[in-house]
Structures are given as C-alpha cells and as structure tokens.
T-cell receptor, first 114, second 114 residues
Framework: AQKVTQAQTEISVVEKEDVTLDCVYE???????LFWYKQPPSGELVFLIR??????QNEISGRYSWNFQKSTSSFNFTITASQVVDSAVYFC???????????FGKGTKLSVIP | SAVISQKPSRDICQRGTSLTIQCQVD?????MFWYRQQPGQSLTLIAT?????????ESGFVIDKFPISRPNLTFSTLTVSNMSPEDSSIYLC???????????FGPGTRLTVL
C-alpha cells in the first residue's frame, strides 16, 4: 500500500520569508513518481512538478525548489521569498509506474501574510 | 498539457435532487478520472471513466449514486444522485494522456447541498 504524509497541516509565514513544505512517502514500488500540486482558494488543482524515483536531482524553478531524497523517502518543497499569491493548499502525491492510482497527502495550507 | 473545463463551476442544490457535472478536454486523452474533495480534506478517487464502457468505481463508491458517462475521448459526465448535505464537496475531473504518468485536473465544481 502507498502512503503520503504531510505532517504540517497549516503554516503561516510573513511575506518574503522562505518556507519548506514536508512530504514523506511509503511505497513498495521500485519505480514510482512523486508530484506536488497547488490548490488556491478558487479550488482548481495546479500541477507543479513530477519527479521520477530514479532521478534524485533536485530541481529549481524560479522561487520554487524541490529536494528529493530516496534515503529518507522525502520530497520536500521550498518556496523562497514567499509572496501572498503563494497562499494555497499544497498537496504531495505518489503513483507507481504504470498505475493510474494517485495517492494524495492530506495537504498543507500555506498562508503568506503581507 | 491538455486544457480541461468543467461545468458548472459551482451550484447549490436541494437534497434529493441530482446534478450532472460535465468535463471537457481540448484534446483526446487516454484516461479520465473523477475525484471528490470534501471540505478541508484531501482528494479521493471516485472512479475511472472508461470510453465506451462502464466506469470503474473505487471502494465506497457505487454506480447508482455516481453514474458516469464517457461517450468519447474528450468528454465525460459525473452525476451526483439523490443528493444529501454530505455530498457537499468539490468534484474534480482529471486526465492522463498516453506516455505520461501525470494527471492534470480541471477547475473543479463546488457543490453545496442544502
């Protein structure tokens, strides 16, 4: 069985602070994919990143960066110099290769205070 | 990625009635899915919409309550039948194209049942 744990339920930061959202996963698959999605108050789910299990390179996209560590089964997401527009619920998700089943974490609600 | 639209974007319904939600994609996709997100919760997969055949339902979801159609590769509907206040949720469709393990989500339908 697969499991995704986002231990942080809610986080509040002041604008321009850096913030890291934690994601820990469990899977028996040897090949799998990890995802981060953003859900702003409007309700849509916006795809941010996909990471393959065999690619442990960290990734940076603008103010966003992702740290994938297989040794600790973690896939953490850092926002640098946070902005009010970053306020949203962020979901980490996992699927096995060839599977359609997406296992979501419970989400972390990020509030960026001006 | 595919452009996904959903109708309606939101609705307020009376208990005992039914609502049909539409999901339209701008290109042919391999797989289409329906999810439910209850207030403050994570996403739960309802079913996989199969083109030309009956949908595949996840545990806890039944066809009588959530009938699904998928007449072609770009369109699907989800009906929420005999609604009760417990059905108040965001309903999201997602799509997956061949050759990718990423699911892209529609903007969601926010349903309130009184």
């Amino acid at each position: 069985a697969q499991k995704v744990t986002q231990a942080q339920t809610e986080i509040s930061v002041v604008e321009k602070e850096d913030v890291t959202l934690d994601c820990v996963y469990e899977t028996r698959d040897t090949t799998y994919y990890l995802f981060w999605y953003k859900q702003p108050p409007s309700g849509e789910l916006v795809f941010l990143i996909r990471r393959n299990s065999f690619d442990e390179q960290n990734e940076i996209s603008g103010r966003y960066s992702w740290n994938f560590q297989k040794s600790t089964s973690s896939f953490n997401f850092t926002i640098t110099a946070s902005q009010v527009v970053d306020s949203a619920v962020y979901f980490c998700a996992l699927t096995g290769a060839g599977s359609y089943q997406l296992t979501f974490g419970k989400g972390t609600k990020l509030s960026v205070i001006p | 990625s595919a452009v996904i639209s959903q109708k309606p974007s939101r609705d307020i319904c009376q208990r005992g009635t039914s609502l049909t939600i539409q999901c339209q994609v701008d290109s042919q996709v391999t797989m289409m899915f329906w999810y439910r997100q209850q207030p403050g919760q994570s996403l739960t997969l309802i079913a996989t919409a199969n083109q030309g055949s009956e949908a595949t339902y996840e545990s806890g979801f039944v066809i009588d309550k959530f009938p699904i159609s998928r007449p072609n590769l770009t369109f699907s509907t989800l009906t929420v039948s005999n609604m009760s206040p417990e059905d108040s949720s965001i309903y999201l469709c997602s799509v997956k194209t061949s050759g990718t393990d990423t699911q892209y989500f529609g903007p969601g339908t926010r349903l309130t049942v009184l």
